[in-house]
Structure formats: structure tokens, C-alpha cells
């Protein structure tokens, strides 16, 4: 998903996508970085959007899953104790969570003075028959933490993202890069136009990891696609780069 955003009006566009998507037979939606309250986030949202992975907040789009009977991916401000975390949140179409990952690479002053980076490189599930990995923006730009969920069995790796203007060729060029080198596909959900001073440039990107990519452009709207596990059984035969790997000669 890719789109425009408000406070309030972040159910009732995540619920409206939700809709759309389950009529066109999409079995996950994946959306932008902190859909529920919109990055960056505004102090006027900060406390109608944050909450516990228990709380209100996703208890709502729990509700949503179950209604269309469609898996989520949502991003919001979770709540831990005195912590606040850039996360994101995996349910399935019965509204149950099954993964939570908190951004571990914060993105400039502003984003560390506000969030606490998490601490957990991989978070996986499984759902629809592929193992799914989580990451957020700014992230999927470090190889490290692209390569460690591929070698960890992630097939589909999940990336909300805040990208901004005049960086898109982080979606048109790196995005792919990402699923060809380490042989996964990259859903990588952007946010469009202009808020908070900042100006959000789409290009929602489905990337394969045979090298090919659909992208959605600069327009706000549902990026639709196949995820094949027998491609990434494909591309990791062909292109035996996890194999052929030498991590003895670059240790950390």
C-alpha cells in the first residue's frame, strides 16, 4: 500500500486498503512506515497513535484483519515502559500477532532523539507457506541485515519505509539490488507526498529475487503481486551467492 495520511484517518485508510485489497484476492497488505499516525511523527499524533503491541492502537487493526480476513503489516509507535519504539507489527487474517520487529537502524538526529533502536536483527514468521522476515526503511540500506535474514531462510522480507525525495533510487535501484544479491523478495511500502515538512516519493516496490521488480510509481494506490517460493528456490540454485560466500575472509 502507498498513500497519503492523516491522525485519525489512519484506521479508515488502513481499513479501506484492507477491503480493497481482500476483494482483489491479496491474502497480506503491507503498508508504510508508522501507518497508524504517519511518519514523521507529529507531537499533535504521538499519543493518539503510540501504544503497547496489547493496546488499543493494534487492537483496532486486528479488528480490521479479521473483518476482510486479510494479513497486516502495520507500523506504529510502540510503547515499552518508558521506551519508545519505531516498530512494526505482522498479524494474520485472524487479527493474531505473529511477528513484531522494532527498527534497529534509526534514521538521523530527529529519529534517534525520539526512538530507541531495537536490539533484534532478524525477526521471522511464517505465514501463507513462506518464512517472512521484518525490517523498516532505513534498514534494508545495510547488506548485513538483508544477508543475515537470507541466511537465516527468510524468502519474503517485509519493509515498510518512509523514503524521501530525491532518493528514489533506493526503491528503483537498491530495493532490487537487495533481493538479487541475497536471493529473497523485497516488498518495500512507501508513503506519497508531502507532510511534516518532508516529501514522501512512493515507488512502492515488489523486487524478485531473479533480478525483476514492479514498482508502483509516484502515485498513491495498491501495488498488487505473486510471491513464488519455488523462484527463490530457483534463484538461490542459479545464483549460489550464499553458497559461495567466504565469511572467514570478512568476519565481523
Known amino acids: 500500500?502507498?498513500?497519503?495520511?492523516?491522525?485519525?484517518?489512519?484506521?479508515?485508510?488502513?481499513?479501506?486498503?484492507?477491503?480493497?485489497?481482500?476483494?482483489?484476492?491479496?491474502?497480506?497488505?503491507?503498508?508504510?512506515?508508522?501507518?497508524?499516525?504517519?511518519?514523521?511523527?507529529?507531537?499533535?499524533?504521538?499519543?493518539?497513535?503510540?501504544?503497547?503491541?496489547?493496546?488499543?492502537?493494534?487492537?483496532?487493526?486486528s479488528a480490521i484483519a479479521r473483518e476482510f480476513g486479510i494479513g497486516l503489516v502495520h507500523g506504529w509507535p510502540e510503547t515499552d515502559g518508558d521506551a519508545l519504539y519505531n516498530s512494526v507489527r505482522l498479524v494474520d487474517g485472524r487479527g493474531d500477532t505473529l511477528a513484531v520487529y522494532r527498527k534497529t537502524h534509526l534514521y538521523g538526529r530527529a529519529e534517534r532523539a525520539l526512538f530507541t533502536p531495537?536490539?533484534?536483527?532478524?525477526?521471522?514468521?511464517?505465514?501463507?507457506?513462506?518464512?517472512?522476515?521484518?525490517?523498516?526503511?532505513?534498514?534494508?540500506?545495510?547488506?548485513?541485515?538483508?544477508?543475515?535474514?537470507?541466511?537465516?531462510?527468510?524468502?519474503?522480507?517485509?519493509?515498510?519505509t518512509g523514503l524521501m525525495r530525491p532518493w528514489e533510487f533506493v526503491a528503483r535501484t537498491l530495493v532490487p539490488a537487495r533481493a538479487f544479491e541475497s536471493q529473497l523478495y523485497v516488498a518495500y511500502a512507501n508513503w506519497v507526498g508531502e507532510r511534516g515538512?518532508?516529501?514522501?516519493?512512493?515507488h512502492t516496490t515488489v523486487a524478485a529475487p531473479d533480478g525483476t521488480a514492479v514498482h508502483l510509481?509516484?502515485?498513491?494506490?495498491?501495488?498488487?503481486?505473486?510471491?513464488?517460493?519455488?523462484?527463490?528456490?530457483?534463484?538461490?540454485?542459479?545464483?549460489?551467492?550464499?553458497?559461495?560466500?567466504?565469511?572467514?575472509?570478512?568476519?565481523a
Not at 477491503?19 to 499533535?44: D, F, K, Q
Not at 514468521?125 to 545495510?142: N, Q, W
Open 197 to 202: 515538512g518532508l516529501d514522501f516519493c512512493g
Open 118 to 160: 531495537g536490539d533484534t536483527a532478524v525477526v521471522q514468521a511464517s505465514f501463507g507457506g513462506l518464512t517472512v522476515g521484518l525490517l523498516i526503511c532505513y534498514d534494508v540500506e545495510f547488506p548485513e541485515i538483508v544477508r543475515a535474514h537470507a541466511l537465516a531462510g527468510t524468502e519474503l522480507l517485509l519493509v515498510p
Open 1 to 61: 500500500m502507498s498513500g497519503t495520511r492523516g491522525a485519525r484517518q489512519s484506521y479508515e485508510q488502513l481499513r479501506e486498503a484492507a477491503r480493497r485489497a481482500a476483494e482483489e484476492g491479496a491474502a497480506l497488505l503491507v503498508t508504510p512506515e508508522i501507518s497508524i499516525g504517519g511518519y514523521p511523527l507529529l507531537p499533535g499524533v504521538r499519543n493518539e497513535a503510540a501504544g503497547p503491541v496489547d493496546g488499543p492502537q493494534c487492537a483496532e487493526v
Open 217 to 251: 510509481g509516484a502515485d498513491a494506490g495498491l501495488l498488487f503481486a505473486d510471491v513464488d517460493p519455488a523462484v527463490v528456490a530457483g534463484a538461490r540454485a542459479t545464483t549460489t551467492y550464499l553458497e559461495d560466500r567466504r565469511p572467514e575472509l570478512y568476519p
